[in-house]
């Protein structure tokens, strides 16, 4: 018979910060629940955890770390308070000045903390004071896809569930990340009990190396691989000897202050994916995380179903259930039915073998490796995110590679290319990607040929669907055959489809529901399958970023008419949150309309010392535009001349002047706006 005594096990004290011992201050308990995962279900192993009492101690931080003083030839990080985007900007667009220092340069280069060009602190966020026990705060990942940041709080205790960054869209050229707005956690870091993370996926977890120190550096909790894959992200901004990541088990019971957090196994597209279970004195939250419901699993890991039920009979409050694919009816494309069709392609191909898929597709690179196996190909790897995923995930033993099987880039001509598989990175289109070299005829150890067969494995984020139609273009104009879901299944979403929600919804049976994780149509098509399924309208709350949903004592639900400003926090290298609407527009309109820059040389006096110089980029070439080049240096001299100097030095006014009437002249001839630079250089 199994012993179905619970059994206790505690999570590893987190190290103190700025240290790598393996000791230091006390962490938040975990204890272990017995698992109600299927017989054949399977763990990967796990270190040996220490023992110790169970408490409902919170734990213990330090004090904010005080900014560090400026070094020696630092420049300072900005003039003037930054522009968060949808706020008013100021006048001055000018970006804030970088270090010139050799040292800090090379810190720059070598990919440190992103804290150089930090902005000041966000004004005072202040709530109107109810008598709300619970409060759940979205401060991303509604009414968009990605960044994903759902706060929760409880009695003045605070647990973030994931906080991750999202991909720029098309009008932010230059931006690298979008992050969500955490001024209202930095405003009340003292409350943070700890960071829940779901899975290790980028929208989940990829603002965490911009903003923990800011939060006051909370312990953050997450399964095996997600703890691996944070850790190996901070190392690159040598951080990970700093925060604190504690691993848990999905049967693992986690105490938070107020926070009794437990877990249940999920299946999405990466391994050792959970969702979470919030138990506060106000109720139950339960947070989905990115999920299906996939019943042959690649990984052999199913869906905790027994804890999920058992959740519903209990009583849940409030679900929060992912939306992504809440238009597509139907279920979800099994692992396994796709790894046949994988199968498939490479038995029909006789020549080289190319796939393009996310780096973190684990799955998908599991299901490559066993085809290429089964046919007898060697497997090389192109890209630096790829190889890194790929030893991560085999040295964790989420990954398996056969013996032999995997060669390095170099060794592809030892072999013919019907015993070559090729996995690298590039299905979003990108440039610099290896397919995008490949495709490019750049790459330096394979180029396309008509024997080649190219599989994209993924589906186009919202935004990059025209790179991605470019670089199949490029591919196909090569002679390569490219094979993409449209034709044939190839890729299967991590997100589950209207049946699937409507399983989830009937299993937890909330008391009220908030769908998150989606575009705006996307919560509203989840929100009707809720009400079809018998739920009240008046129970389920369709938000945006910054609404707050807040529950009493008596567990009635409101929409609080506060709403915290949550905007856009832009990373462009090392800035973090110091681009704002003003430097937007300015890359918009360089972008859309190109630049003239006017060169007045004067004298004290006021008076041009030589014909004023006109530069031109991305507007007009200069030596085809002979007439409008001439029109503006004509008009230039005309308003030096007619400009009277009424303080010597000050060149504002006739900056001013030059700019908006030359910018006149250029729109009377050409219909466009280009920005205008006027530069007086006094001798």
């Not at 987190?14 to 962490?27: C, E, F, I, K, L």
């Not at 629940?33 to 054949?40: D, L, V, Y």
């Not at 989940?204 to 923990?212: D, E, K, M, N, S």
């Not at 008419?561 to 905007?567: G, L, M």
Request: glycine share 8%; aromatic share 4%; hydrophobic share 35%.
């Amino acid at each position: 018979m199994e012993n179905t005594t619970p059994r206790r096990r505690d999570v590893p004290p987190p190290s103190p910060r700025g240290s790598s011992a393996p000791h230091g201050r006390p962490t938040p308990p975990v204890r272990r629940t017995p698992s109600s995962a299927p017989s054949g279900a399977s763990r990967p192993p796990q270190a040996p955890l220490s023992r110790g009492p169970i408490s409902n101690r919170p734990p213990v931080r330090s004090g904010q770390t005080p900014r560090p003083p400026m070094r020696p030839g630092q420049a300072p990080v900005s003039s003037h308070p930054p522009v968060r985007s949808g706020q008013s900007p100021a006048r001055d667009s000018r970006p804030p000045m970088r270090s010139t220092n050799p040292r800090m340069m090379r810190e720059n280069r070598a990919n440190t903390a992103p804290a150089a060009l930090m902005p000041p602190p966000a004004p005072q966020i202040r709530l109107t004071k109810s008598n709300a026990r619970l409060r759940v705060i979205p401060l991303g990942g509604l009414e968009e896809v990605g960044r994903n940041t759902t706060v929760i709080e409880c009695d003045g205790e605070i647990v973030v569930v994931d906080i991750g960054f999202m991909f720029p869209s098309v009008d932010m050229p230059g931006v690298d990340y979008v992050l969500a707005d955490t001024a209202y956690l930095e405003q009340n870091k003292d409350r943070i009990k700890g960071i829940v993370i779901t899975h290790g996926h980028m929208d989940h977890t990829g603002a965490l190396p911009y903003v923990i120190k800011k939060l006051g550096n909370p312990p953050v909790y997450g399964t095996k691989l997600t703890v691996a894959m944070i850790r190996e992200r901070l190392e690159e901004f040598k951080m990970d000897k700093s925060v604190r990541l504690n691993e848990v088990h999905p049967d693992d019971t986690l105490q938070l202050g107020a926070f009794r957090i437990t877990f249940f196994r999920v299946n999405h597209n990466i391994p050792d994916a959970v969702g979470v279970a919030l138990h506060t004195p106000a109720g139950t939250v339960v947070c989905t995380g990115d999920w299906k419901f996939d019943h042959s699993p690649q990984d052999g890991m199913h869906t905790e179903f027994g804890k999920i039920a058992k959740l519903g009979s209990e009583g849940v409050l409030l679900l929060c259930s992912d939306s992504t694919n809440a238009e597509k009816a139907g279920y979800c494309l099994s692992e396994r039915d796709l790894e046949e069709n994988i199968t498939a392609l490479f038995a029909k191909t006789e020549g080289r073998i190319i796939v393009a898929t996310f780096s973190s597709l684990v799955n998908r690179i599991q299901q490559v490796f066993n085809a290429a196996h089964f046919f007898n190909r060697k497997v090389a790897i192109s890209g630096m995110s790829m190889e890194k995923t790929i030893t991560l995930a085999a040295k964790l033993g989420f990954i398996k590679v056969p013996k032999g099987c995997l060669i390095k880039m170099d060794q592809l001509r030892q072999y013919p290319d019907s015993r070559v598989v090729v996995i690298c990175t590039g299905s979003q289109g990108q440039g610099s990607s290896a397919l995008g070299r490949m495709a490019a005829g750049e790459h330096r150890h394979i180029k396309i040929q008509p024997t080649d067969m190219v599989l994209l494995s993924s589906s186009p984020i919202p935004g990059n669907e025209r790179a991605v139609a470019d670089l199949m273009n490029s591919l196909l104009r090569l002679g390569a055959r490219v094979i993409y879901n449209k034709l044939f299944d190839i890729h299967a979403s991590g997100h589950g489809q209207r049946e699937e929600l409507k399983m989830m919804l009937q299993l937890v049976r909330p008391k009220f529901f908030m769908p998150y994780h989606g575009e705006r149509h996307m919560l509203v098509q989840h929100s009707e399958i809720a009400t079809q399924m018998g739920m009240p309208k008046q129970d389920v709350f369709v938000l945006g970023n910054g609404n707050i949903l807040e529950f009493n004592k008596s567990q009635d639900a409101r929409v609080s008419p506060d709403k915290i400003e949550t905007e856009n926090i832009l990373v462009d290298g090392l800035g973090v949150g110091d681009i704002g609407n003003v430097v937007l527009r300015d890359r918009q309109v360089l972008a859309q309309d190109g630049m003239m820059v006017i060169i007045c040389t004067l004298d004290r006096a006021g008076k041009l010392v030589q014909p004023p110089d006109i530069i031109s980029r991305g507007f007009i070439y200069v030596k085809s535009s002979e007439t409008i080049v001439a029109a503006a240096r004509v008009m230039v001299q005309h308003i030096v001349n007619d400009y009277d100097i009424k303080e010597v030095g000050n060149w504002a006014p006739l900056r001013a002047r030059l700019r908006d009437e030359i910018g006149v002249l250029l729109f009377q001839k050409t219909e466009r706006r280009p920005m205008v630079l006027p530069v007086v250089i006094e001798v």
